[in-house]
């Protein structure tokens, strides 16, 4: 992936001067549906894209007969954004109330049935127990949780201006090590990671769920390793992946005005 198409997707993104809800709505109207449909999916199989749509553009999906618990997630996609947009617009900061009142939104009436009933596990609240996710126990130990997103969120929020990218990745990473809730920890960290970007004026991205094997890799890669490179540079693909429409677009219009600049 050449690092000029990221370079541009940057320059795409700023050149748009996004200072309200109002603008946010318009450049992200067909990516907010693509990013819950994605984000959603990499963990349900049973969210599909035409419902997604029909959530975000009319409240509502007729004839389904699916699982209730992927249409509760979904319509969860739309609240957490709608309740989103004028911080973000705000360029209001990351905080510990903030992760769990967005972890909270994209959760409500789609918890894990037996951790919610047996364990008491609830939206917005961190883990009461420890978890194992295949072969490792899942993060941090309940009791630190609090503490070791705390510091996270501080060492983001001092060093991350230089390299919002980067940090970005390193956020998510360290989010998702740390694993702060009984579920919903990855879509809650898909969400960080592009309210981190977005507060920093730089393109949120899209983590195709096609895409999602590398995905999984480049986690595992800093899991194991403590090293970012990979998923920075997954990230950087993704973003260049989303905005690859627009880009295109804008292409095609500096074309045109070349063109014309030539004939006049």
Known sequence: MNMEEYQRA?????????????????????????????????????ITYNDTREIFE????????????ALFEQQ?????????????????????????????????????????IVNGERPGE????????????????PETVGADLAELLAEVGEAGQKNPLKAGAYLHARF?????????N???????????????NY????????DRKAYYEALKHYDEDEVLDLLETFFREQTVKTWGRALEQERRKNHRQSSLMDYL
């Open 76 to 116: 969860n996609q739309k609240l957490c954004y709608e309740a989103l947009k004028e911080k973000l617009a705000a360029r209001e900061p990351l905080s510990v109330e903030l992760v769990k009142e967005i972890h909270h939104m994209l959760t409500s009436g789609a918890y894990d049935e037996r951790r919610y």
């Open 10 to 46: 940057v320059q795409l993104w700023k050149s748009w001067n996004i200072r309200t809800a109002a603008d946010l709505d318009k450049h992200l109207d067909s990516f907010r549906i693509l990013f819950a449909y994605h984000s959603g999916k990499i963990e349900n199989e049973d």
């Open 203 to 210: 393109p949120p991205l899209i983590i195709y769920e096609e």
């Open 176 to 184: 998702e090590y740390i694993h702060p809730f009984a579920d919903g």
């Open 58 to 69: 009319n409240g509502r999906v007729i004839g389904y007969t699916g699982d209730p618990r």
């Open 126 to 141: 961190f883990k009461k127990h420890d978890y194992v996710i295949g072969i490792h126990e899942a993060g941090s130990p």
């Open 186 to 200: 990855g879509r809650v960290g898909r969400t960080l990671l592009n309210y981190w970007l977005i507060i920093n």
